[in-house]
């Protein structure tokens, strides 16, 4: 059966409603990424592996247990391969339930929205950047600390490529000016392949082939093409279109996708895929490698990253299954908390502006003279807050505006409603169907789910 028929799900109880799990999912990322840059802003990975010297910890006292925080929060990395598989998952939301299987609007209607939504908080965090870099004292010299990769900024292949969204084609490129924003160009690459390479295949030949394409397609890019795309992560392809998948899965009609989602075991799966990626990203550590001769982050950094996709997609059906039925419950109850909702509503503006913010509170605690633990005690107490308050300011500014007019008008309620609805930046294709997220760091706010979901979420996504 092909793709396109009978994907309308009309007459759905939850044909209107929103997917506002999906914004839970983004706050709690979105702050998991924070925390990571926070251990990273005196550059602790980077003395560990000798890029820098002189670094604020000692191996005594409390200075100790830095270390064992840095390994908990370090995972927070992987923020950015969930936001693509719910990217994925939000831009296919709408295509699976409607009755041709394409975006709204076409191709035009499709690209307008992700330019709408992705460009003006970007280009608005990019210049800031650059002012700041120009006119902070501190800001543009290399000083021992994460922010050093974000120099030298003023450099004219530097400022066009990351204009023109290509920074991710080069390591001299990649994290200058803002450190964060190499996962902006590579999702407006699988943006751009999307409606080209897996919706067709999806259209014609189904669900499986379209992510089996895109991983096939995205790992034999980075094994063909490297070291071209060295940096640019094209197995993030495979990502998204498992994200796709779990769109597809929950709501198209088809009755292949009936039989995957109701046959299938997701929760077990889950944890299976979580404990085969946790254990591949184990063996790569130096200890192991040296040990088994084989370092599969080195050699097949694409099947790492699709067992998380897979655990990710996974549990998102289960949620959606329980979601249905409306029962919240155990995680989707803990998704549902508003403060994480809120968070993830702008979640896309604290992956943008975080680390200009995060350094400026660096450069502080530099100026203050703080070393050993008292650092990092000052990033968590200051830089935290500061950089929620800081995004949520820039989001009003630069980002809300942008967003959807339902979701503009609808953000207001979010002080008298307790339902939320959802609105992205790592995807944001929706038509009359739950809401889903977008990338990266994701946003969510808590609105009325009787909100009609039929524009995109975008943001990192």
Known sequence: MKASEGQSTAGSPKNSARIDYLDGIRGLAALAVIFVHVFEAFGLDQEWAGIISNGRLTATGIDRFIPILNNLTRYGAYAVQIFLVISG?????????????????????????????????????????????????????????????????????????????????????????????????????????????????????????????????????????????????????????????????????????????????????????FLLFIGSDVASKQVFVSRLGFDIKGSAPWLVDAFLGIAVVALLIHLTEQWKTKEEKGLLRILHL??????????????????????????????????????????????????????????????????????????PEVLTTTKVASHGWMGHEQKSEPAKIDQGVAMATPMSTSVPVNSDNIGQD
């Open 89 to 273: 998952y939000s831009l296919m939301l709408a295509i699976a339930k409607s009755k041709d299987g394409k975006p709204k609007g076409g191709l035009k209607g499709y690209f307008v929205r992700r330019i709408r939504r992705i460009w003006p908080p970007y280009y608005a965090a990019l210049f800031i950047g650059l002012f700041l870099i120009a006119v902070v004292p501190g800001m543009n010299v290399k000083q021992n600390i994460w922010w050093d990769q974000a120099l030298p900024a003023f450099k004219p292949d530097v400022i066009l490529s990351h204009m023109l969204f290509l920074h991710h084609f080069s390591p001299d490129w990649l994290q200058k000016i803002n450190p964060a924003m190499w996962t902006i160009a590579i999702e407006e690459t699988i943006y751009l392949l999307f409606p080209f390479t897996l919706l067709p295949v999806w259209r014609r030949f189904g669900t499986i082939p379209m992510v089996l394409t895109g991983i096939i397609v995205g790992a034999a890019s980075w094994y063909l093409f490297h070291p071209l795309l060295q940096v640019a992560n094209p197995w993030f392809l495979g990502l998204f279109a498992l994200g796709a998948m779990g769109a597809s899965f929950g709501f198209s009609n088809r009755s292949q996708e009936h039989r995957w989602r109701e046959r299938i075991p997701w929760i077990p799966v889950s944890i299976v895929s």
């Open 338 to 411: 508003p403060p994480i909702l809120k968070l993830g509503t702008f979640s896309y503006s604290l992956y943008l502006i975080h680390p200009p913010i995060l350094t400026l509170v660096t450069l502080t605690a530099i100026r203050l003279n703080l070393t050993s633990w008292p650092v990092y005690v000052f990033e968590v107490v200051v830089g935290v807050p500061v950089c929620i308050i800081g995004a949520y300011l820039f989001h009003l500014v630069f980002e809300r505006p942008f967003m959807p007019t339902y979701l503009a008008k609808a953000e």
